[in-house]
T-cell receptor, first 109, second 110 residues
Framework: GIQVEQSPPDLILQEGANSTLRCNFS?????LQWFHQNPWGQLINLFY???GTKQNGRLSATTVATERYSLLYISSSQTTDSGVYFC???????????FGQGTTLQVKP | DTEVTQTPKHLVMGMTNKKSLKCEQHMGHRAMYWYKQKAKKPPELMFV???????INESVPSRFSPECPNSSLLNLHLHALQPEDSALYLC?????????FGQGTRLTVV
């Protein structure tokens, strides 16, 4: 099956810093999503981005499908950005998502 | 509205109990999913329902029994669980593109 690798596994930032999270996947995908999981367990949709570039406020994402990777950019980080960021992909028509191991982000004030 | 609602938020059950988790969506999505997430791990798929029919069972033990009464509702019936089944259970829905997740049920088996 498809493999999803995220890096780095852990990241500690000072408030106001910028960061880039990476997601590599081993096969063609028809769906790629970035999620932020808050401390209560809720998976919050950040981007649905099987290809191309999108921006939403301080966050942006780019997926280069031909090279099988996606990047999530966080600018001017805030303490509320802390949590686990997951990349998830699907290569089937069922919508079944395969998750990476996640990046745990801690933003210090 | 992109909301998926799960109840209850927390559940403690004994190994001989029978309980059910519930999930509801009103986005008109025709696919619904159950995922299980252990601490410090990513979510893992358990079941997929497509047009109210079970289409994927990821070799889940029979003590977990899914049910899709209609296109908006998804249940997960639990019976004779083990302590290692304690986890966060997440429901999701999609129309085979972007998926939306509920806030999860945190289950503890004692």
């Amino acid at each position: 099956g498809i493999q999803v690798e995220q890096s780095p596994p852990d990241l500690i930032l000072q408030e106001g810093a910028n960061s880039t999270l990476r997601c590599n996947f081993s096969d063609s995908v028809n769906n790629l999503q970035w999620f932020h999981q808050n401390p209560w367990g809720q998976l919050i949709n950040l981007f649905y981005i099987p290809s191309g570039t999108k921006q939403n406020g301080r966050l942006s994402a780019t997926t280069v499908a031909t090279e099988r990777y996606s990047l999530l950019y966080i600018s001017s980080s805030q303490t509320t950005d802390s949590g686990v960021y997951f990349c998830a992909v699907s290569s089937s028509n069922t919508g079944k998502l395969i998750f990476g191991q996640g990046t745990t982000l801690q933003v210090k004030p | 509205d992109t909301e998926v609602t799960q109840t209850p938020k927390h559940l403690v059950m004994g190994m001989t109990n029978k309980k059910s988790l519930k999930c509801e969506q009103h986005m008109g999505h025709r696919a619904m999913y159950w995922y299980k997430q252990k601490a410090k791990k990513p979510p893992e798929l358990m079941f997929v329902y497509s047009y109210e029919k079970l289409s994927i069972n990821e070799s889940v033990p029979s003590r977990f029994s899914p049910e899709c009464p209609n296109s908006s509702l998804l249940n997960l019936h639990l019976h004779a669980l083990q302590p290692e089944d304690s986890a966060l259970y997440l429901c999701a829905s999609s129309h085979y593109t972007e998926a939306f997740f509920g806030q999860g049920t945190r289950l503890t088996v004692v």
